[in-house]
Structures are given as structure tokens and as C-alpha cells.
């Protein structure tokens, strides 16, 4: 694949990637959330087609129109989400559409043919069983069978670990490497760094719609990987941080604090942080190290293990979003249009989100629409939200407007002490996350102590004054941001080895 | 051809979409009674004397009344999210329990003959609205779903009221008949000088007011519907979801209960089995017709009146059986669900070549 440019409205998804594929390799696309990997595979998969580049297959330039042009090329991809059909059988799933199936199938003998193939990758997968009472693991099985008696050869996996438990993924890198030993080709698009390292022959690292390394994995080290998956050249970045300061008021301690994983796991140990008045604290880390899970604690939209949260002197442990926001925490949640927003409603009653039961806006619960809008003119004016009007759906911005919309709405309703921002530019354009670090850097001057999560080590290195690193659930370590260096960054991202070295 | 999301959508295009839709339900629905043999221009003449005798025209709104109550009450729930399927249960349920307050009074034990009717009411409401909170707090406890378990309700409310009305409840004087009690007329809503008719219009006409001014003004109506549009935002924004959705629902269920007296002291004037033939059914599609917009369901559930009273004049005019209406309403159900896909959806067909999102 050459010069590959797909555009999606407000992002450039792949910009001019080159990606090429070996014959009998596992190659690792490796990248954050967003980097751009799926959509590279998308186009390959002729599910996208590109703006522009071209795509040869063996040497033959292709034109991909559909996933049949690709299965005839012997392109085969598993998305993340399973596509079966869970009360059919194993059999049926796997040759559903298949040209041998015929007007009358022949079950018995395709599911001889399941058979053979599946016991030449070791699987002991039963034919008739229904899909819907299998594991998740066995179903990667069927989506893989399902490609290779279509005689697919280069196998696209999406993220395919994200479902399995520790022992189902060293099956499935054992079966990747028996298929690579049979001449297939496979590319394993993940986010995690030790999975690329110990599967992969060659790992290419995306960010941001770019690749920015396509190396043997023999001679890449966990520290350029880290750096090259969450930022470039540390030293080319120019410091925005607001210099030594005198006095240090602490604004956020956070001692010991554990806070419990969707999926049972802790995902924040026994973390202690403190933010001051007037300072920006990133957190920086590969993402899924705890980020969220400790930002959802202090925020209130998680229940915190055990541990205490002192804002402004007050144990805010557990407490509701809508407490918090009146103590003076605002917080710009991930993914605006998800969590920030309710894209069906206006602007105005989005404005009205967080504050709708506090005077003015609400008076013995009756709301005052006029003074709601009234503010809302302000957001939209003072935040430069580009909206025909206040009226129109909050849903139709774009995703810099949306951003812009909920700082403009923490900002004019409150007066907040301390601000978190989880994200805060992911997905913006150049101008959108300009304008917001603008807003954070100015915040900061007004003596707001703010935390902000990051997987973009640039901006880290950009807007910090401090920078505290992740690992594992733990703050492996917090250093100024002009003790920030390519080999201490590198090495507390991707093992979490605190400094010892950096005074 | 592919299937793309609108940005916006806009109030009027929203209206003729949905007009447009309930216009070719009538004539699919014409169409089939053609071919069923009987004359169409006959039946929609039939649905349209309904609007040209004083009677027949308080008849419609007598049997839109139930319709009223019980989708105006599903507004409530269903600008939640929570996917109510259970008005007729919670109408029998208003009806059990307003006849038992009506047979302890005539045992001698009651409030009195002059606080019967605020008895009744507050007992069927009570009775709703409770029935309903079952499935909201099998909801928050457990995430159980209550399009199932609103639904298993109805069977079993319908089953209770067939129980107590063939047994301890059946009317002694009643020459064996299956039906309980009937309803003395200081359980009726009653406006001195005005038809039964009317004063059903004007208390639903306050409800509707009132309904619509919460969505529209109060704190209560604009966190329900954040809850219904984005659960994730409604946590951000501190929407206390289990009280709201609880309250919702309770409104719900009582709205549903008022119905169910009103069928029984005024429609019929006793329970008997099969004494709603599906109000609370009706109440569904005219809630959806309506947009959940309260004004306009109470139109549409007007015209569900309509075509109940339409119904049977041409049972009794044509014999046409009592299903014929049924499959007008099931086409206006299924109209209902094309209008909304069409409003979200912009159908495109795309040129060969420029690659398909599958």
C-alpha cells in the first residue's frame, strides 16, 4: 500500500501511509486508539475506499471495491466485534455464502473439512455446535476458519486479544505463528506494546493517521516504541509550562486511592498525586493503564475502592458529579459527544446540562429558559462555538465545536478550582486544539489547578508543568516538566520503572 | 443503496412525514378490505359520520378518554428509555382496585358516599402506578428488560381481574353473570351541566397541559428526557437516574390507572372480563403517532377513538368483524415505524464504483 489518504469529515485518518506486508510475516500495526490502524485495514479490506494511493496485491494493482474483491485476493480480516450468527451452528457460520455450499449443502463433508483444518491449528472446535454457547476465544476460531476456506492468506486481525483471557491469546499467537510457518501472512493490529513485541517479525507504529516506524522487531527496544506510539522529539517540543513559582497551594491530594476495573481487575492502585493552584499535571502513559478508571474516580462517575480525594480540604471520595461541579471541579469528559453532550438537544439545553438545577437557570423546579439562553449566547460567542444559533442540535457541530461548547460550558457556569480533562484534543483539527490549549494555558494563569490525561506525548510535553506517568494502575513516577527526557519518559511508559536517575 | 443518518430534522418535514405515512396506512388498508370483499369508500365513510353527529362524536371521545390517559402517561416513560409495553396491565390494575374500594363502600365500610370518587381515583392511580414500579426496580436492581416484563405484567393483571371477577368478587345480584358490582354514580366524574363526554375532554385536556408544560418547564421533565436521550451524559451531568426513572414511571403507570377507572365507572360501569379491549395497546402506537409530543398524542389517540366508535358502526352496519379495525390500527403501528426510519435516514443510491459501506 502507497500513499494512502483517506479523509473522514473534521479528520485525516491515514495520511500518505506506505504499509507493506511480507509473505510468511506477522507484522504488528501498532498504534493508539485512533492512530489510524483500522481504517488502513479497512481500505485493505475494501470496506473504505482511499482518497488517494494506490494498492498492489503480489506485485498486481488492485482496485478494492467491497470485502469480495479483497476474499478473492485472499485478504481476510476479523474485526473486533465477532460477525456470526449466534444460533446457527459452527458449520453454517463458517460456510455461510461460501460457493461450495451449493442449493443442498453437503454438511457432512464440510464439516469434515472444519474438522482437518481446525486440528491442524490444534483447535478442538465441534461442527455442530451452536456459536452463541462458545467462548470468546473459540469464536475468533470460527471467524478465522471462515477465511481460511475462502483460502485466505493475509490475515487482518483488529485488536483480536481484546476479548480473550491470558491463556486463549498465547493460543492465538501459537496459531498465528503456525500460519505464518505455513507461507500465510498475518498483520495483528493492536495497541499493546508487549503483544507486538512478542508475536510480531516486524512491528509498524501509527500515530495520528502517519506511520512514524516500520522496523524488525529484533531491533526495536520498548523505549523507541512507547515514544514512537505517543510522540516524536521530545527536544523539538517548546515548553508552554509557566515557570518556578514561589508559593505552592495544593488544590487535589489524592492518597491511596484504588478504584476497581470494568472487568474486575484493579485497574488504580494505591495512587497518590497531589495537583497545585496554577498548574497544569498530565498524565502521561500508553492508554489502558488506569487513565481512566482514576479520572472517573475523581470526577465521581466511579467508586473509588478505597483511598481519599481531598479537593480544597474536603474528602470528596465517592461524592456525585453534581456535587463536585458545585465544589468547584469541572471536568471535560472523553469523547465530548458521548459523555459531554446530548446530541439530540439544542445547544442552549446542552448549556443547561450540568447547571439546570441551580438558580438561575431553575427556580423550585421550574426552569428559566431565558436566562439559560441567555448564557448560552455567552458560550457560543466567548468560545467562538461555530452554531447557526443556539437553537440547533448540539449533534450537528463538529468536533472541535463540540469540545469548545462543553469548555465553554464549565467555564461560564462555574468557577472552577480544579479542572479535569480527560483527552481534551483528541480528534480535533490543528486550529480546534490550538484554541483549547489556549483555554487551558489561560485557566492555568488564573491560578486553576488542572489535571489532564494525554496520549499525545507532544502536548504533554507542550502544556505540563509536571508530568506524572501511569503504569500498571500506578504512578510510577512524577517529574517537572524540565526534568522530561526521551530515555526517562520511554522507560516509566513502558515498564514503569520509576526515575531514580532524573534529580 | 445506502442508508445515511440526518443531521437535523426538522419539525415540519417530521409532521408531513408522519401525515404522509397515516395517509397510505388508510389506503393499504382500504385496499385490503377491497380485496376482503368489502366497499372501501363505505368504511372510510363510516370513520367519518363519527365527526358528524353530536353522538357519535361524544362516543369518540368517550372511548378515547382510556387512549388519552394511558399515552399521555407512556410519554412519561418513554421519553425515559423505558420501554413500556405495560398500560393495559396497569389499567386493570387501576380497575381492581377502584371496584374494591366500591365494594368495601357498599359492605359499609368507606370514607363515605361524598369522598367515593377521590377514593377511587387515588386507588387506581395508586394501583398503576405501583404495578409499574415493578419493572422499573427489576430494571435498576437487576437490568432486567422491561419490554419483557411490563409485557408478562399485562397477562398477569388481566388473569387477576379474571379471577376476582369470576369469583369473590362476581355480583351476587348479578343472575350468574361474570361481572362485579356496578358503579354508583358518586364514583363518576361528573361536571353539573355538562355531558360525560366533555368532562372526560377537559380533565384529559389539564393532563395534556400539564404534561406538556413538565417536559417543557420543569427540571424533573428536562432531566427524563436527557435520561432517555444519553444515559452516559445523564451521569455526567448528575441526573439522579434511579429517582427520576422511578417517578417517570410511577406517573406512568398511574395515568394508566385512571384509565382503567374511567372505563369502569363511566364506559361500562362494572367490571367485567375483557373490559379494556386494549386501550393500553392502543396507547402505544398513539403515543408513537404523536411523537410523544403531548398535544399530538392526544390528537392521535383521538383518532384511534375514532376508529374504535367507526368500528363498530361497521360491525353493526356491514359486519364487517371487530379484527377489521385491528388491521387499520396495525398498518397505522407499522406506518409509524417507516415515518421515524425515514425521518433518521436519508436513502441514497450510490453510483457503481465508489465503494459500499457495508
Known amino acids: ?503 | 443503496m445506502s442508508f445515511e443518518r440526518r443531521a437535523e430534522i426538522g419539525t415540519r418535514f417530521s409532521i408531513s412525514v408522519t401525515l404522509g405515512m397515516l395517509i397510505l396506512a388508510f389506503l393499504v388498508s382500504g385496499l385490503i378490505f377491497q380485496l376482503l370483499g368489502f366497499s372501501a369508500p363505505q368504511i372510510y365513510r363510516s370513520f367519518f359520520t363519527t365527526l358528524t353527529s353530536a353522538i357519535m362524536l361524544e362516543e369518540v371521545f368517550r372511548r378515547s378518554t382510556p387512549i388519552i390517559l394511558a399515552a399521555i402517561g407512556l410519554c412519561y416513560s418513554y421519553r425515559m428509555g423505558f420501554w413500556n409495553i405495560g398500560a393495559e396491565g396497569q389499567l386493570y390494575l387501576g380497575m381492581i382496585a377502584a371496584t374494591g374500594v366500591v365494594i368495601l363502600q357498599k359492605a359499609g365500610i368507606g370514607l363515605g358516599e361524598e369522598l367515593l370518587l377521590p377514593a377511587v381515583a387515588a386507588a387506581s392511580m395508586l394501583a398503576g402506578g405501583v404495578w409499574s414500579l415493578i419493572p422499573a426496580l427489576l430494571r435498576i436492581k437487576f437490568g432486567a428488560n422491561e419490554i419483557i416484563t411490563t409485557l408478562m405484567l399485562n397477562y398477569t393483571a388481566i388473569l387477576l381481574a379474571d379471577y376476582l371477577i369470576h369469583g369473590p368478587w362476581k355480583d351476587p345480584a348479578g343472575y350468574g353473570f361474570a361481572q362485579t358490582v356496578a358503579f354508583p354514580a358518586s364514583s363518576k366524574f361528573m361536571i353539573p351541566g355538562v355531558s360525560e363526554a366533555i368532562t372526560y375532554l377537559m380533565i384529559v385536556g389539564v393532563i395534556t397541559a400539564l404534561t406538556y408544560l413538565v417536559f417543557r418547564f420543569t427540571v424533573f421533565g428536562f432531566e427524563s428526557r436527557v435520561l432517555g436521550l444519553n444515559i452516559f451524559a445523564s451521569r455526567y451531568a448528575g441526573v439522579p437516574t434511579a429517582s427520576t426513572l422511578l417517578r417517570g414511571v410511577f406517573i406512568s403507570g398511574a395515568l394508566a390507572g385512571l384509565a382503567g377507572l374511567i372505563v369502569v365507572s363511566g364506559l361500562i360501569g362494572r367490571m367485567r372480563p375483557g373490559a379494556s379491549p386494549g386501550y393500553g395497546y392502543h396507547a402505544i402506537i398513539a403515543s408513537m403517532l404523536g411523537g410523544l409530543y403531548p398535544p399530538a398524542v392526544f390528537m392521535s389517540s383521538i383518532l384511534f377513538g375514532m376508529l374504535l366508535t367507526g368500528g363498530d358502526l361497521l360491525q353493526a352496519g356491514i359486519q364487517m368483524p371487530k379484527s377489521g379495525v385491528e388491521i387499520i390500527m396495525a398498518l397505522i403501528f407499522l406506518a409509524t415505524i417507516v415515518a421515524e426510519f425515514v425521518k433518521r435516514y436519508r436513502i441514497r443510491v450510490l453510483r457503481l464504483g465508489r465503494g459500499v459501506v457495508a
Not at chain 1, 517479525?201 to 516504541?225: A, F, K, N, W, Y
Open chain 1, 1 to 503: 500500500m502507497r500513499g494512502i489518504v483517506k479523509r473522514f469529515p473534521g479528520v485525516l485518518a491515514n495520511d500518505n501511509v506506505d504499509f507493506t506486508i511480507y509473505e510468511g510475516e506477522v507484522h504488528a500495526l501498532l498504534g493508539e486508539n485512533g492512530a489510524g490502524k483500522t481504517t488502513l485495514m479497512n481500505i485493505l479490506y475494501g470496506i473504505y475506499t482511499p482518497d488517494s494511493g494506490t494498492i498492489r496485491v503480489r506485485g498486481v494493482p488492485v482496485k478494492l471495491r467491497s470485502p469480495r474483491d479483497a476474499i478473492k485476493l485472499g485478504i481476510g480480516m476479523v474485526h473486533q466485534d465477532f460477525r456470526l450468527i449466534e444460533a446457527h451452528t459452527v458449520v453454517e457460520n463458517v460456510f455461510l455464502n461460501h460457493r461450495e455450499l451449493g442449493f443442498v449443502p453437503n454438511w457432512r463433508s464440510l464439516e469434515s473439512r472444519l474438522e482437518e483444518l481446525a486440528s491442524n491449528y490444534g483447535w478442538k472446535l465441534n461442527p455442530r455446535a451452536r456459536v452463541g454457547g462458545l467462548s470468546p476465544g473459540e469464536k475468533q476460531q470460527v471467524e478465522l476458519l471462515k477465511l481460511l476456506v475462502r483460502g485466505a492468506d493475509i490475515l487482518l486481525l483488529d485488536e483480536p486479544t481484546s476479548v480473550l483471557t491470558p491463556i486463549e491469546t498465547r493460543m492465538l499467537f501459537k496459531t498465528m505463528r503456525r500460519m505464518v510457518e505455513d507461507g500465510k501472512s498475518v498483520v495483528l493490529i493492536t495497541h499493546k506494546l508487549s503483544e507486538a513485541l512478542s508475536v510480531s517479525d516486524r512491528i509498524t507504529v501509527m500515530r495520528r493517521g502517519r506511520v512514524v516506524l516500520t522496523r524488525p522487531t529484533s531491533e526495536v527496544t520498548i523505549e523507541e516504541l512507547s515514544i514512537a506510539m505517543v510522540g516524536t522529539q521530545i527536544e523539538g517540543v517548546v515548553s508552554r509550562a509557566r515557570g518556578e513559582q514561589g508559593e505552592k497551594e495544593p488544590i487535589l491530594k489524592i492518597s491511596n486511592l484504588s478504584v476497581m476495573g470494568d472487568s474486575g481487575v484493579l485497574a488504580v492502585r494505591d495512587v497518590n498525586l497531589t495537583v497545585y493552584r496554577g498548574e497544569i499535571l498530565c498524565i502521561a502513559g500508553v492508554s489502558g493503564n488506569g487513565q481512566v478508571e482514576l479520572v472517573e474516580a475523581i470526577t465521581g462517575l466511579r467508586k473509588p475502592l478505597r483511598g481519599k480525594i481531598i479537593l480544597n480540604g474536603l474528602d470528596i471520595a465517592g461524592a456525585s458529579p453534581r456535587r463536585l461541579f458545585e465544589l468547584g471541579l469541572s471536568y471535560i469528559p472523553p469523547e465530548g459527544k458521548k459523555w459531554g453532550i446530548v446530541p439530540e438537544l439544542s445547544i442552549y439545553e446542552n448549556v443547561a446540562l450540568r447547571v439546570i438545577r441551580r438558580q438561575p437557570y431553575s427556580r423550585l423546579g421550574m426552569i428559566k429558559w431565558e436566562s439559560i439562553i441567555k448564557t448560552a449566547q455567552r458560550v457560543v460567542t466567548e468560545f467562538r462555538v461555530d452554531a447557526s444559533s443556539v437553537k440547533a442540535r448540539a449533534g450537528s457541530l463538529s468536533g472541535g465545536n463540540v469540545q469548545r461548547l462543553i469548555l465553554g460550558r464549565e467555564l461560564t457556569t462555574s468557577n472552577p478550582l480544579l479542572l479535569v480533562a480527560a483527552y481534551p484534543t483528541k480528534g480535533l483539527d490543528i486550529a480546534a486544539t490550538e484554541q483549547v490549549k489556549r483555554i487551558l494555558l489561560g485557566l492555568r494563569d488564573e491560578k486553576v489547578g488542572i489535571l489532564m490525561v494525554s496520549e499525545d506525548l507532544d502536548e504533554v510535553l507542550e502544556l505540563s508543568d509536571r508530568i506524572a506517568v501511569m503504569y500498571g494502575g500506578r504512578i510510577v513516577g512524577v517529574i517537572k516538566r524540565s526534568e522530561a527526557s526521551a530515555e526517562v519518559l520511554g522507560s516509566m511508559m513502558s515498564r514503569g520503572v520509576p526515575v531514580s536517575a532524573a534529580a
